[in-house]
């Protein structure tokens, strides 16, 4: 498939590394708040700022947590992540219980997973068990050492047995009774 | 990627070179296998996007086997672009003006026409007979396997095996051979 006119990332599902063995290593650097103090679309926003904001930036000492009023606009979200992305998200018109999901799924989430469009749906570091397939994988032993070209590699061994060769084979045969019942 | 995985993609993608041997061999029938070995679609990893495809080289292409009246009835069409620059060759005399011509023609047309099947057909070889340059040579690491068996004339068979060949009956005395 042809991905060069989407501006959609694609990758790979995959685990942080280690993370969480041994030490954990939160993921969420910073988080911005931005909402007005007036507009009814900040509703939400405002009643989760007065009620958990700081037990919030209590639970997680790594995170920074700015807030950004701002008159008239929108409510909207930005999180940005040890790795480098940044999350926009709108929060219009959202309750103060939905705010609060989204919130830890940003809190939880390692980079901007949602914009990446997985090219497979599983992945491992093993591939295969025996080993990728090579050109030398199956081959026989004998054209190790061969002198290419030669008919014993070349010729057809799959047609079935001639007329010619089978009356041979029986000649041989019978010859050999002949030699036995002799003795 | 590490070293190894490195390495192991070179393995994979490895491209290898096998020789057929035409010698009474159908141009049609085989064109049909050395295509197969040229696009590298006997690879597990065959994808029409990757370059997986091997290298061939044909010997002997002087003597291939035609069918029933191909020789005599076989043509093969060419146009020079201008008025009246058609021109239909005759399969023998294609064949004695150039030996290879035949069944470079049948592997081209046994391949789909699209892009790639002019750079696939850069990898496929052919000589005449059977002394081919030896740097060609000491890459070829397979042979693949012909589709008819390659008659042998009577007088090529060494007389000691002849006359102890099994005889269903012998000729009369007075028997004259034609």
């Known amino acids: 498939m042809s991905n060069k006119n989407l501006f959609l990332k694609s990758g790979f599902i995959r685990a942080p590394i280690q993370n969480g063995v041994g030490r954990f290593v939160p993921q969420l650097q910073r988080i911005v708040l931005k909402f007005c103090k007036t507009y009814g679309a900040s509703q939400g926003l405002r009643e989760f700022i007065e009620q958990d904001l700081v037990d919030f930036a209590k639970e997680?000492?790594?995170?920074?947590?700015y807030l950004k009023p701002r008159r008239h606009r929108g409510p909207v979200i930005v999180a940005e992540y040890l790795n480098g992305d940044r999350v926009w998200m709108s929060v219009h018109n959202k309750t103060h219980s939905e705010i609060t999901k989204w919130i830890e799924v940003l809190r939880t989430q390692q980079g901007d997973i949602s914009s990446l469009r997985l090219r497979k749906y599983q992945y491992t570091d093993y591939p295969s068990v025996q080993g990728p397939w090579t050109p030398f994988t199956f081959k026989d032993p004998?054209?190790?050492?061969?002198?290419?070209?030669d008919p014993h590699f070349g010729a057809n061994d799959r047609l079935p047995i001639t007329a010619t060769e089978k009356l041979r084979l029986l000649f041989e045969k019978q010859k050999l009774s002949d030699v036995k019942t002799a003795e | 990627m590490s070293a190894c995985k490195r390495v192991q993609q070179w393995a994979t993608f490895a491209r290898t070179w096998h020789?057929?041997?035409c010698k009474w061999q159908d141009p049609y029938q085989s064109a049909g296998v050395i295509k197969k070995?040229?696009?590298?679609?006997h690879k597990p990893?065959?994808?029409?996007l990757n370059d997986c495809g091997d290298v061939v080289v044909c010997i002997n292409s002087r003597e291939i086997?035609?069918?029933?009246e191909d020789w005599r009835r076989r043509a093969y069409f060419h146009h020079t672009g201008y008025p009246g620059g058609a021109s239909w060759t005759l399969a023998w005399e294609l064949h004695n003006k150039d030996p290879t011509m035949i069944i470079r023609k049948a592997v081209y047309r046994a391949m789909q026409g699209n892009l790639q099947r002019r750079h696939t057909m850069e990898r496929l070889f052919i000589y005449p007979g059977e002394d081919i340059p030896e740097d060609v040579l000491q890459n070829v690491t397979n042979q693949i396997r012909q589709l008819r068996l390659v008659p042998t004339r009577l007088d090529h068979i060494p007389e000691e095996e002849v006359k102890n060949y099994p005889k269903v009956m012998d000729y009369p005395e007075d028997y004259i051979l034609k």
Do not use: W
């Open chain 1, 60 to 65: 997680n000492p790594s995170v920074v947590v």
């Open chain 1, 142 to 149: 004998e054209l190790n050492t061969a002198q290419l070209p």
């Open chain 2, 19 to 21: 020789i057929f041997d």
């Open chain 2, 37 to 41: 070995y040229l696009m590298g679609m």
């Open chain 2, 45 to 48: 990893i065959y994808h029409p």
């Open chain 2, 65 to 68: 086997a035609l069918r029933g």
